[in-house]
């Protein structure tokens, strides 16, 4: 694995010809006496490849790069080929490994594709992840009583003619009819298109939703 530091010191750029290569960011100041949360941002597939600049495309390290700030480790790999989540379970051993990060504080969201990579990394590691957003994606129904084990916001926009609206659905139905008292919630934004929902990541909501959950508390 070769580290490439970029232009800006805490955005670091981790190459792995074995895995999949990832950006992580950390905050300006960091106090090693105090670990901050992870953030894990998964990308949908027109991002795939092997340019880890297509990542900053959209999603969390472009909101940053607009002026969002959040107190956190941003971690955003790039696939050639779908999600995986064992990779991305071991890009986060890394991650914990080598920052002041909080595995109690672990947080995965993404869009399209990488909706349900979200979902299925969540399914496959709940005990993992405090809390996930999917936006317009879907999920693996045979994970649905594990996503009942964690907080899930899933969000579609009504009018997504790339991936309809009832992979949502299906989903978020599944998990309930696990557990009906399941902490997920299902939002259908009227008229939102595939892309539109991009803006999510620009908003507070998705974050705030995520920070105010910590694992085993």
């Not at 805490?10 to 300006?28: C, G, H, M, T």
């Not at 998990?175 to 892309?195: E, M, Q, R, V, W």
Request: hydrophobic letters at 35%; proline letters at 4%.
């Amino acid at each position: 694995i070769g580290f490439v530091c970029s232009a800006s010191a805490q955005l670091v750029a981790v190459k792995d010809k074995n895995s999949y290569s990832y950006w992580v960011r950390i905050p300006e100041k960091i106090d090693n006496q105090e670990k901050l949360p992870v953030v894990i941002f998964l990308h949908g597939r027109s991002l795939s490849g092997h340019d880890l600049n297509r990542v900053k495309r959209y999603g969390v390290l472009r909101a940053i790069e607009r002026g969002k700030d959040l107190e956190a480790i941003i971690v955003a790999p790039q696939t050639s080929n779908g999600w995986d989540p064992d990779k991305i379970i071991n890009i986060l051993d890394q991650v914990l490994k080598k920052y002041p990060a909080d595995d109690h504080r672990v947080y995965v969201c993404g869009m399209s594709m990488g909706g349900y990579g979200t979902l299925d990394l969540a399914g496959k590691y709940p005990d993992r992840i405090a809390a996930a957003v999917a936006i317009c994606g879907g999920g693996t129904l045979s994970y649905a009583c594990n996503l009942s084990q964690v907080p899930i916001w899933i969000q579609h926009g009504s009018a997504d003619k790339a991936v309809p609206v009832s992979e949502s659905k299906k989903i978020y139905n599944a998990i309930k009819k696990c557990n009906i008292k399941a902490d997920a919630t299902l939002t259908i934004i009227p008229g939102g298109t595939h892309s539109s929902v991009e803006r999510l990541f620009h908003d507070h909501k998705i974050y705030d939703f995520m920070f105010k959950h910590t694992k085993g508390s």
